[in-house]
């Protein structure tokens, strides 16, 4: 799983609570980037089983692609997961509303190129130390500060100390 995604401060947030943040915080607008390639990761992953190794992402992609060059319009949600659906049966809305939805996806362990896997790595959340939102909206001023756990760390080796707020 991409770091970013194993990190963020509220990787569970739905799609659209992360869409009602996308200009308060960086995090909002990097997760869904995260979260769709592990998604992809996935599916990959599950045609390719379900397919015996004879079709993959690649496929459903180009459908779609085709499909858009046929009807001189992008697909619908509702057309790619009923191109989904061929493709894992009913399993595939599942997948959708886990991905939709904020769910941890976990790929499969062996969801990567041929010879590689996935391993868990645990990893401490990304944090700031401050409220982002201070320096995104009005003055660019750093505020709402807090110890995270790098910060008492530096704190002890450069013996120094923060003013709370």
């Given at each position: ?8 401060p ?9 869409n009602?943040?996308t ?12 979260r ?11 045609i390719?089983?379900?397919?015996g190794?004879?079709r993959?992402i690649?496929?459903?992609v180009?459908e779609?692609v ?12 509702a057309e790619?997961?009923?191109?989904l659906d ?7 809305r599942q ?8 769910k941890?996806i976990?790929?499969?362990?062996y969801?990567?190129i ?8 645990d990893?401490?959340p ?7 939102e201070?320096?995104?909206q009005?003055p660019?001023?750093?505020?709402g500060?807090h110890?995270?756990?790098e910060?008492q760390r530096l ?7 923060l003013?709370?707020?």
């Amino acid at each position: 799983m991409p770091r970013v995604v194993a990190t963020e401060p509220n990787p569970t947030l739905s799609n659209e609570e992360v869409n009602k943040l996308t200009w308060k915080t960086q995090n909002a607008q990097r997760l869904p980037y995260s979260r769709g390639l592990v998604f992809w990761i996935r599916l990959e992953a599950l045609i390719r089983e379900l397919s015996g190794g004879h079709r993959g992402i690649d496929e459903l992609v180009l459908e779609m692609v085709q499909l858009a060059k046929t009807c001189g319009k992008p697909p619908t949600l509702a057309e790619f997961l009923g191109r989904l659906d061929q493709e894992l049966g009913p399993v595939a809305r599942q997948e959708y509303e886990h991905y939709n939805s904020g769910k941890l996806i976990i790929p499969p362990k062996y969801s990567l190129i041929p010879g590689a896997f996935a391993v868990r790595i645990d990893m401490e959340p990304f944090d700031l130390g401050f409220n982002e939102e201070s320096v995104l909206q009005g003055p660019r001023i750093v505020r709402g500060l807090h110890r995270t756990r790098e910060l008492q760390r530096l704190e002890s080796w450069m013996e120094i100390s923060l003013r709370p707020g």
